[in-house]
């Protein structure tokens, strides 16, 4: 079966930097699009990050410039560098892969000082 397993998040404070990372399992990886997601409390999940088969990356506006996606396709894994983090990032955290209803169990990021 698929799974997702992100991984990386946790307490960091506004400026600093985290690394998320998402291994996948029972699926192929380097054929899909990847995605990261996040989840504030009480709003609705947002599109944070997009990397496709080929390497072409999107991101939503809010993170653009400070954050980067990039995939290992030997590790099966994909990746969100976040740098100058800021309190509005804090959510919890989840990988997706393109166009399919696997996602992963999210990994938590607050940020604040």
């Known amino acids: 079966q698929v799974q997702l397993v992100e991984s990386g998040g946790g307490l960091v404070q506004p400026g600093g930097s985290l690394r998320l990372a998402c291994a996948v399992s029972g699926s192929a990886f380097s054929v899909y699009a990847w995605a990261w997601y996040r989840q504030a409390p009480d709003n609705q999940r947002e599109f944070v990050a997009r990397i496709s088969r080929g390497g072409s990356t999107t991101y939503a506006d809010s993170v653009t410039g400070r954050f980067t996606i990039s995939r290992d396709n030997a590790l099966k894994t994909l990746y969100l560098q976040m740098n100058s983090l800021k309190p509005e990032d804090t959510a919890n955290y989840y990988c997706?892969?393109?166009?399919?209803?696997?996602w992963g169990q999210g990994t938590q990021v607050t940020v604040s000082s």
């Open positions: 997706n892969r393109v166009d399919s209803a696997y």
